[in-house]
Every structure is written in C-alpha cells, then in structure tokens.
C-alpha cells in the first residue's frame, strides 16, 4: 500500500527555513515511473501546488516560492525533501506530500491537486511575523 507520510513541520519565525520530507512507501518499479510533489493548504483556502518533479527530474515551482524553496527527491531511499528559507508568515499552512503514475501527469497539470493518487496526512508549518 502506497502512503507518504511527511514529517519535519514546525513554528518558525519569519525568514527563517525549515526542511520538510517525506517518505514515499510502497511506491516501486511496478507502479512504474511516477512524479512526486509537495501541496499546501491554509484554513480556508484551496490546495496549492508548491512545488512537482517528475520522473526524469524536471522540476517544477509555483511562482510564490521559486528562489526559497528547493525540492529533491531521491528514489533509491524513498525519499522527497522540501527545503524552505526565508519563510514568510504567507507560507503558513498545512503541506502534504503526493505522488502520481507518470501516466496519469503532465506539465501542465503539475499543480493541479485532482491529478496526484497518493497522499499523506500532511505536516503543520507555521510562520510568525
């Protein structure tokens, strides 16, 4: 069973950074290649795209975080990282780790939540002015 589970969420004070990850069980060669992507959420508010990369390693940002955030994946452990820096008090809420078949994903649709199969239960960030 596929389930990402995201850890690495906190209170921070604004400008500061923060590195979320996530592991991404279950996911292997017979779900064949798959893309893997960070969401967030604040009360209230839809579900936005932070950041995508694909199977081939094409990254993809949303215009609110390109140049603070980095994203990386490494498959032979599982693993998506989210690096943060100079967090604003906007970046408040709550981000979740989703994974999609290549099959089912293209660059257009990176950021569309409706798109991505898998999900994890999410992580709290919280930034204070």
């Known amino acids: 069973q596929v389930q990402p589970v995201e850890s690495g969420g906190a209170s921070v004070q604004a400008g500061g950074s923060l590195r979320l990850s996530c592991v991404h069980s279950?996911?292997?060669?017979?779900?064949?290649?798959?893309?893997v992507a960070w969401f967030r959420q604040a009360p209230g508010e839809k579900r936005q795209g932070v950041a995508s990369i694909a199977h081939d390693s094409r990254t993809y940002y949303a215009d609110a975080v390109k140049g603070r955030f980095t994203m990386s994946r490494d498959d032979t452990t599982n693993t998506l990282a989210l690096l943060m820096s100079s967090l604003q008090p906007e970046d408040t809420a709550m981000y979740y780790c989703?994974?999609?078949?290549?099959?089912?994903?293209?660059?257009?649709?990176?950021?569309?939540?409706?798109?991505?199969?898998?999900w994890g239960q999410g992580t709290q960030v919280t930034v204070s002015s």
């Open positions: 279950g996911l292997s060669d017979r779900h064949g290649h798959f893309w």
């Open positions: 989703a994974a999609v078949s290549a099959l089912r994903v293209s660059e257009p649709f990176w950021s569309d939540p409706t798109v991505y199969t898998y």
